[in-house]
């Protein structure tokens, strides 16, 4: 998983990156289901070659603005461009530059997986002359060349899962498209899946826009939006977001609390002091554990870092714990069962 | 409202359009998965034999004894054309209903996301599910000589045209229905509802001659009728049928009180296709 966190470390933020251009990007984008306001005045926007996370529990309107942005549900409100055209106006040529990877399986699982990508590379207009190589690379980024042959129906979910984004990959998209790519994984498999991704990314400079409402994978995006209740509550790279809620907390907890509390303030840093262990404030905390314990100049017996997570973001703007799915029950039962018919 | 306020730059330019070349390309893809998925199934293919063997023998055997035989003509050989129409059918039928079951394996919303034309979707379908349906009522000609049905090369040829006809306006009719139902359940209802009804009015199994009015009216509506009555007058045709055979075995379709040619039949069989085409495609995939 190492290269895998210099792969999203790379390329932060290249959104802001002079002549890079812009893969997707809204104005007031905005989606009623009757009464209930799904999306509404949502605003933002995605470098080309970013990794782009719309984090937010089940029902807070990350299905319907990735169904909008794919031309899959008309926008009520405001615009939309997708590599550079319009949805609403132009739903065949974004269609024709995004890949898609759904949340239920699209797979022909009587089909083998070449099948499966023959098919999809046909109705994508991949030219006729590249479609062997095309099918080949995929598979290899997904490091299922193995399983060419077989039969989607031997296939496990993760496997599947793994075509699909392959499947997405083929026609060399603009943006790819991924509604919470792991749901119903397990943890391993989950990080295969994200190992998949960002290879991808690297290989094939792609815009990937994917929802999740797992914060731990919201944290190999490059750029997230938080989103609740349908509007976008903060945008920024997870570490920016992490800084506004605050900086890290180093815990003590020494042979003499008050004696290292006074110590460390002489030494100018932020105390609180406490009966059981003092907590220092500090930007980062874990580079400065070596310099902390040697100010304290009494025996330390334990140090704890803590970092804010982007759980404590979200509990931040939205006063919730993302666990909890109230959100769900924000959106009726009638409004919910269409828009699962819809799908 | 704020959206006015927001536009995003950029002119509109107009939106793209598949060429001829990539339609006719998904339409390919589409018929070659249908293809791949039916030969895959060898099960299928067998048990699809199944019910019109046991009713080209059992009913056959059964109604020849009451119908009796007329210059060596017997209820056997009328039955022959029919049964092959019935395999068509169930087929076509069959093939076409699958999209339920792409809709329930989630395979119709990688279909219909797709930057295709649902034109081309609904013909690939449809050519597809008539291309194995025609093959399988061809392989029912074999039982030709065990029912004493005479085969000549052009025959077969006349037949094969006139089943691709055929299963292309039913399979088309199967893809408009099939895109209407929603849920597994409503699948084993509209194939009671719609496989057999049409099987037993169509004239495929019996002369129409003797039905009550109301009766006569649900078999004029029904586009089998059209391409049973001229695929026996093919059949009958090539067979040395003496005139009383011809007269007991009666199978011409009258519309408003006029015999219909197999010519106008025929041409009824091809306006249905066209009908069920475009009524297809514009059901395809929806509700979505």
Known sequence: MANVETASRDSEAP???????????????????????????????????????????????KTTTVRMLCTLTRPGGGQARVAGFDVARQPRAVRRRIGLVFQEQTLDDRLTAEQNLRFHAVLYHV????????????????????????????????????????????????????????????????????????????????????????????EYADRLAIIDHGSIVATGTPDELKRQVGADTVELVTADNPAAARHLETAGWQVRPGEERLVVFAEDGEALVPRLIEAAGVRVRSVHVHRPTLDDVFLHYTGRQIRDEHAERALPMRARARMARRR | MTADALKLPGGSLPDERESVGEELRTVGMVWEREAIRFFRTRARILSSFIQPILFLFVLGWGMSSLVGTVAGFDFKKFLFPGIVAMTVLSTAISSAIS??????????????????????????????GASIATVQGTIMLALAPLIG??????????????????????????????????????FSVVMQLLLFPMLFLSG?????????????????????????????????????????????????????????????????????????????????????
């Open chain 1, 15 to 61: 959104a802001l990156r002079p002549g890079s251009g812009v893969a997707v990007q809204t104005a007031s984008l905005s989606k009623r289901f009757g009464e209930v306001e799904a999306v509404r005045d949502v605003t933002f926007s995605v470098g080309r070659g970013e990794v782009f996370a719309f984090l937010g529990p089940n029902g807070a309107g």
């Open chain 2, 99 to 128: 999209i339920v079951w792409d809709r329930e394996f989630g395979f119709l919303r990688e279909m219909l996301v797709a930057p295709v034309s649902r034109t081309a979707l609904v013909c690939g379908k449809t050519l597809g």
């Open chain 2, 149 to 186: 049905v005479h085969l000549t090369t052009l025959l077969v040829v006349q037949v094969i045209g006139l089943e691709l006809l055929m299963a292309v306006s039913l399979t088309a009719f199967g893809v408009f229905v099939a895109s209407h139902i929603q849920r597994m359940e409503g």
């Open chain 1, 127 to 218: 030219p006729s002359a590249q479609v062997e190589e095309r099918i080949g690379r995929v598979l290899r980024l997904v490091a299922l060349e193995d399983r060419r042959h077989d039969l989607v129906s031997t296939y496990s979910g993760g496997m599947a899962r793994r075509l699909e984004i392959a499947r997405g990959m083929l026609h060399t998209p603009a943006v790819l498209f991924l509604d919470e790519p792991t749901v119903g994984l397990d943890p391993q498999t989950r990080a295969l899946v994200w190992q998949d991704v960002l290879r991808l990314r690297q290989e094939e400079r792609v815009t990937i826009f994917l929802t999740t409402h797992y914060m731990d994978e919201a």
């Open chain 2, 204 to 288: 495929a199994l019996f002369p129409l001659g003797g039905l009550p009015g109301w009766l006569t009216v649900l078999t004029r509506i029904n586009p089998l009728t059209y391409a049973v009555a001229p695929l026996r007058h093919l059949v009958f045709a090539a067979q040395h049928m003496p005139p009383a055979a011809a007269a007991k075995f009666s199978s011409s379709v009258t519309l408003f009180g006029h015999a219909l040619s197999d010519a106008a039949c025929v041409g009824i069989t091809c306006a249905f296709a066209v009908v069920f085409l475009v009524l297809a495609v514009t059901g395809f995939g929806k509700p979505d």
